[in-house]
């Protein structure tokens, strides 16, 4: 979490929506909360090494049914979300990467996590009929 937390930014995405979007390897900040309601690409760029960090200063929300897909060698296990307070993955959001939480991690119904993993430093990891594969 500390280590994720002290990486330098390549972006700053504080208000924008990651539904729609396609990310080069970076690491990117939210000086606030970050929402996914469509699709996010993860673009690797044909390095099956590409970090993808997302440093998110409050909450992760997902919308029913997004998604997370890595293309062009991107790995899940290359992903990393540090959330400074709680994760919820709504019902059917199918998602790649770990989340390193402060706080809680919400995995709502059909939620599905490939390629990572629910860490939460001070809560708990509620999950409900999900699939979480490393």
């Known amino acids: 979490y500390n280590s994720l937390a002290?990486?330098?930014?390549t972006q700053t995405l504080t208000g924008v929506d990651l539904g729609g979007m396609t990310l080069m390897p970076g690491v990117y900040f939210f000086a606030s909360s970050a929402a996914?309601?469509?699709?996010?690409?993860?673009?690797?760029l044909g390095d099956p090494d590409a970090r993808f960090v997302f440093k998110i200063a409050s909450t992760l929300t997902t919308s029913t049914g997004s998604?997370?897909?890595?293309?062009?060698?991107?790995?899940?296990r290359n992903v990393y979300w540090?959330?400074?307070?709680?994760?919820?993955?709504?019902?059917?959001?199918?998602f790649q990467g770990n989340i390193v939480a402060q706080?809680?991690?919400?995995?709502n119904t059909g939620a599905t996590i490939l390629n990572g993993?629910?860490?939460?430093?001070n809560g708990?990891?509620?999950?409900?009929?999900?699939?979480?594969t490393r």
């Not at 002290?6 to 930014?9: D, I, V």
């Not at 540090?82 to 199918?94: D, P, R």
């Open 103 to 107: 706080a809680s991690i919400t995995l």
């Open 117 to 121: 993993r629910a860490l939460a430093r």
């Open 36 to 44: 996914l309601t469509g699709t996010l690409t993860l673009n690797a």
């Open 124 to 132: 708990g990891v509620t999950m409900a009929s999900n699939t979480v």
């Open 67 to 76: 998604a997370v897909i890595t293309i062009n060698g991107a790995d899940g």
């Open 6 to 9: 002290a990486m330098p930014l």
């Open 82 to 94: 540090q959330i400074g307070s709680s994760a919820t993955l709504a019902n059917s959001t199918a």
